[in-house]
C-alpha cells in the first residue's frame, strides 16, 4: 500500500494533519478558553488550504496523478474543510441541539459533494487531465465560516453573546449558524457550476 503513495500525498496529508490539529484546538478551547488558542484552532485552516493547493501542483508538476491520490485527498478535505470549521462552529457557542442538526447537515454535505464529484470526476474532464468546473461550490469555500467565526472570537462575540444570539424552538438554534446550512446546500447543488481555476 505504502509504494503507492507520491511526493503530492505528503502535502495531502499535511492537508489532514492541520484540520485534525484544528479540531483538536478546538476541543481544548472548549476546556480551556482563550483568544490565542481559538486563533489558533482557526489559522490551521487557512494552512490546511494553502497544503491542499500545493498537492494538486505537485502532482500535476510531477505527472503523478492517481486515484488514490484523489481519494486521499477528498478525506483530508472533509476533515479540514467539513469537521474542522464544524468543530470550531461548537466551540464558538453553537451548542443547540438544532445547532448540532445543522452542523452535522453541513459536514454530510460536504462528504456527499467530494463522493459526487470523484465519481463524476472523469466524466466532467471530458477526457483530459482537469475538471473545467465544480458541480455545487466546492468544500474550501467553507474558509469564508472560519473567517466569520475568527472574526466573531477576535470581536468577543462568542458564547452568549454570538452574533443574532439564539432561539428556542423546542431545542436551541443559534441563527449564525444557518450560514453552515446555507453553505452546505451550495456545495450539494446540481445547478450552481463554478469554474475550475
Do not use: Q
Not at 485552516?45 to 488514490?68: C, E, K, M, N, Q
Not at 470526476?121 to 458541480?135: N, T
Not at 458564547?159 to 441563527?175: D, I, K, N, Q, R
Request: charged share 15%.
Amino acid at each position: 500500500m505504502i509504494r503507492g503513495f507520491h511526493l503530492a500525498d505528503l502535502f495531502t496529508l499535511a492537508n489532514a494533519s492541520c484540520g485534525m490539529a484544528s479540531v483538536f484546538a478546538a476541543m481544548t478551547y472548549l476546556v480551556l478558553p482563550s483568544l490565542g488558542l481559538f486563533t489558533l484552532a482557526a489559522a490551521l485552516v487557512p494552512l490546511a488550504l494553502v497544503f491542499d493547493a500545493l498537492d494538486g501542483r505537485v502532482a500535476r508538476w510531477r505527472h503523478a496523478h492517481s486515484t488514490l491520490g484523489r481519494e486521499l485527498d477528498s478525506l483530508a478535505d472533509v476533515i479540514s474543510f467539513g469537521v474542522a470549521p464544524a468543530a470550531l462552529a461548537y466551540a464558538t457557542g453553537m451548542r443547540g441541539g438544532w445547532d448540532a442538526a445543522v452542523l452535522i447537515y453541513f459536514v454530510g454535505c460536504g462528504v456527499s459533494r467530494l463522493a459526487r464529484y470523484n465519481v463524476t470526476a472523469e466524466a466532467l474532464s471530458a477526457g483530459g487531465d482537469k475538471v473545467e468546473y465544480f458541480e455545487g461550490t466546492p468544500i474550501p469555500s467553507s474558509l469564508g465560516l472560519v473567517v466569520v467565526l475568527a472574526v466573531a472570537a477576535w470581536t468577543d462575540r462568542l458564547g452568549t453573546a454570538l452574533y443574532f444570539g439564539s432561539v428556542e424552538l423546542g431545542l436551541v438554534l443559534h441563527p449564525l449558524v444557518l450560514m453552515f446550512a446555507l453553505s452546505g446546500s451550495l456545495m450539494i447543488s446540481k445547478t450552481l457550476r463554478i469554474p475550475k481555476l
